[in-house]
Every structure is written in C-alpha cells, then in structure tokens.
C-alpha cells in the first residue's frame, strides 16, 4: 500500500474568498488617504466615471472616479496635472489589482497649475491663436447680444442692469454651467451655437457680439475658462467677443483669444454699448455746432456779396451802351428792309411785264423758227441722207462700223443699212490694197 498524503494544517480559500479578504483587509486600513501624483493614461467613459493612473517617478496607482462625484469636481482632470486625491483604497477582483476610489480632487499646489497654464499658453500662442491680427472690431451698437453665463447668477443681472442704465439692446441668453466637469463643453458648444445662428429659418437672430461672463473665484473656479477647447472656440468665433471672466485681477486663457477683455461682467456691458444719453448729448452738440457753422458761412457770404454790390457797375451803366447799339441796328434793319421790299418790287414788275400776252407770242415764233432751223441742219448731217442717195453702212459682228475693207474677214458676217432697211451679208476674201484704185473700180464684197 502507498503511504497517504500528509494533511496540511493551513486554510485552504478560493480565489473569490482569498480577494474578499484581501478586500476587506485593504478598506478597513485604507479607508481614508490622501495620495499625490501626476495623472496619466486619462479616459472619460461613456458611463460618466473617469479612470486614470497616478504614478510619481517610482510607482503608479490606478484611480477612479465615479460619475456623480465626477459632478462635483472643482477641477477637470487633465493629463500631466499634479494633484492631490482623497478617497479611499479598495481592489478589484476582476484584475487582482488595487485602485483608489476618489471622493476629492484638487491640484497638488497652484504652482503646478500655473507651470501648467504657462505651457499651454505657449503652445496656443505658437499656434497664432492669441495673435493681435485676428482681434476684431467691436460693433459700435450691437442691435443683439449674446451672453453665455449662469442663468441663476449676479453675472447676467449686473449685464442687464448696466445695458439698461446706459442703451438698451435685446439680448440672448445661452445658460452654462460655469464650473464643473461639464462646463468648459457647455462654454464652447455655447460659443458656437451663436455663431451657428442666422439660418432664415430660426426664430433667434444671430447676436452681433458676444459676451462670456462669470463672477470671481479661485484659480480651480475659473478652470473651465482655461479649458484649451473653450479657448479655440472663442479665437475661431466670427462674431466679435469679450470676455468676463472673475475679477479685475483675475486672469485665463479665454482673455486671450477674446477680441476684447473685460475686468468685470458690468465692465463688457458696458464695452458692448455706449451710453445713449451721452449720444444724444453728442448729437445736439453737432446739431448745434452745424448750425453756428451755417450761419457763419451764410453771414460770411452775405458780407461778400455786399462788397461786390458796391464794386459792380449800375444795371443803367451795363445796359446803356447795349441798348444804343440795338436803337441803331433797330433803325438800319428797318431802311433795309424797305431797300429789299423795293428791289423784289422791281424785279416783280419785270417779270410781269415779260409774262403779257403778245411778247409771249413773239418769244414762241422765235423758238419755232430756230427749231426748224436746227432740224434742217440736222437733216442735212445725217447719215441717213447719205444712205438716200445709194450709199450703205456695214456693221460687223461686234455691231461696229467697218470703214475699211482691211478691217474685214473673211467669212464674217456683216449688217448692211440701206435707207429703208438692213440685210445680212458675208465678207468674201479680199486682196490688200497694191495701190491706188480707181473710183469707178470698188471691188467686191461678196
């Protein structure tokens, strides 16, 4: 027989009772510490807790934080920030590892939040986002405002309250949460929600300025308006904006890339209007001013006129010379026009006299007389006499006149005209003249 396996005197435990005892051993030792390190490994989960790992330069610790003290948090975990955590430890089965539940965050000293802000600010400024070329002008007089604040605050009463006292304009409100782990999303769809506006089928009009506000507070208050994500939304807005955020000597990022700042929320109220009083006071003084001016000009230009008056020569002195010289043009237009009326009266008369009856007669015979006097000339140079006592005339083809029987082909056909009509011929062939012939001795043409 084999011997049996000695016994052990030791508790044997699960895996799920060993880490329930580890469990309780850690919370019961550990139920309230405050740990300090520098976040790492950060991530938001789409339940609302937030998990990260605080580590220094030797260990890391994980750390959670469940979604409602996320809530409450004074300060927005961020990557490499230094801070100091309350809570308590516990474990995690699941992993076999231990991790921090966090009851309290707070920045492990305002040092490490400054060095942090001055990094930040360095690496925006090198992006151009503070640069002074991008600042734009303020609207003289808005017709609309948009404030984004607390909508149950001091902030937007005291903005109010000075846009009444000074020019009354309408104004949007866009509630935020001003701190909190929310409120640097809310500050940034806020600023980009007014500038989304003005689409024609929105009843809201798109403000002309805009206005971020919120009362004093600690550094950690004022976090939200430190957010790198609310200060690229203010630097991309395209309506101008100022920024209010805490007191006079209060500082963030925001300041920066705002167009104009603001050392309180009733300071940008009164950056965003002018004071109406003051205008119409202004106004009546231009009125005034116009006025004295108008009559001085008028005055100035009556006195000169008056000076021009006693310069001028008399209308008597300007008109004399004129009107002597019409009085005589007057009496020559008059002897000629009876010196014209007598030379058309004799002409008329002339002309009268040609058109009697008998000196019309005569001057007709006359004309009948050398008209045939001319057609007997005519007759006698005609050709057509000629052509009476025997002669012809020949015309070529091309309807010219053949003087010479060398201007003739043979072959070519010919248009003789007697005195009573035209018959065709044919040119035969003819010899060159040798000589000359007699005049009895023609040739032939055919």
């Given amino acids: 027989m084999s011997e049996a396996a000695p016994l052990s005197n030791l ?15 850690v919370e019961e030792n550990f139920a309230f510490v405050r740990v300090r390190g520098e976040i790492s490994g ?9 998990y990260f790992d605080l580590k220094d330069d030797k260990s890391v610790l994980n750390a959670v934080i469940w979604r409602p003290i996320v809530a409450r948090l004074k300060v927005r975990p961020e990557s490499g920030m230094e801070v100091v ?31 942090l802000l001055e990094e930040r600010k360095k690496r925006l400024t090198a992006e151009g986002l503070f640069d002074a070329a991008r600042k734009k002008t303020l609207p003289f007089l808005p017709d609309v405002i948009g404030v984004i604040t607390s909508p149950t605050g001091a902030v937007i009463r005291d903005i109010m309250h000075r846009l009444d ?63 790198e994500a609310v200060v690229r939304a203010a630097a991309a807005s395209a309506i101008p ?26 300071a940008a109220a009164e950056m965003a209007v002018p004071v109406r009083a003051e205008l119409l006071a202004q106004m009546l003084d231009f009125q005034r001013r116009m006025l004295n001016t108008f009559s001085r000009g008028v005055e100035q230009r009556r006195r000169h006129l008056a000076q021009l008056v006693r310069v001028l020569p008399r209308a008597e002195q300007l008109f004399a010379a004129p009107r002597q010289r019409l009085d005589i043009a007057g009496e ?17 008369l002339k002309i009268a006299a040609l058109l009697r009856p008998a000196m019309i007669r005569q001057r007709v015979a006359r004309a009948r007389d050398m008209l045939q006097g001319l057609m007997r000339v005519l007759d006698g140079i005609s050709y057509r006499a000629v052509l009476e006592r025997g002669f012809a005339l020949v015309r070529g083809e091309d309807g010219q006149v053949r003087r010479r029987a060398t201007a003739l082909k043979p072959g070519e056909s010919l248009t003789l005209t007697f005195a009573d009509g035209e018959t065709p011929a044919t040119a035969g062939g003819t010899a060159k003249s040798k000589g000359k012939k007699t005049p009895t001795d023609q040739g032939s043409l055919f």
């Fill in 165 to 227: 006292a000074r020019f009354p304009r309408r104004v949007l409100l866009w509630p935020v949460a001003v701190q909190g782990e929310n409120a640097a999303a809310e500050i940034a769809a806020a600023i980009a929600g007014f500038n989304a506006m003005g689409d024609p089928s929105s009843k809201f009009p798109r403000p002309d300025l805009i206005i971020v506000a919120r009362g004093g507070g600690s550094v950690e208050d004022l976090m939200a308006f430190n957010d």
């Fill in 332 to 348: 020559k237009l008059i002897l000629g026009l009876r010196h014209n009326l007598q030379q058309h009266r004799t002409r008329l």
């Fill in 11 to 25: 508790p044997e435990f699960s895996v799920s009772e060993l880490s329930g005892a580890l469990k309780r051993l």
């Fill in 42 to 50: 950060l991530k938001f989960h789409s339940s609302g807790h937030v």
């Fill in 85 to 115: 955590v309350t809570g308590k430890l516990s474990t995690y089965a699941g992993s076999s590892r231990y991790q921090i539940i966090v009851d309290q965050l707070e920045l492990a000293g305002l040092g490490a939040l400054m060095a």
């Fill in 241 to 266: 904006l100022i920024s209010a955020v805490g007191h006079e000597t209060d500082t963030t990022l925001i300041d920066f890339a705002a167009d104009r700042r603001a050392p309180t929320p009733s």
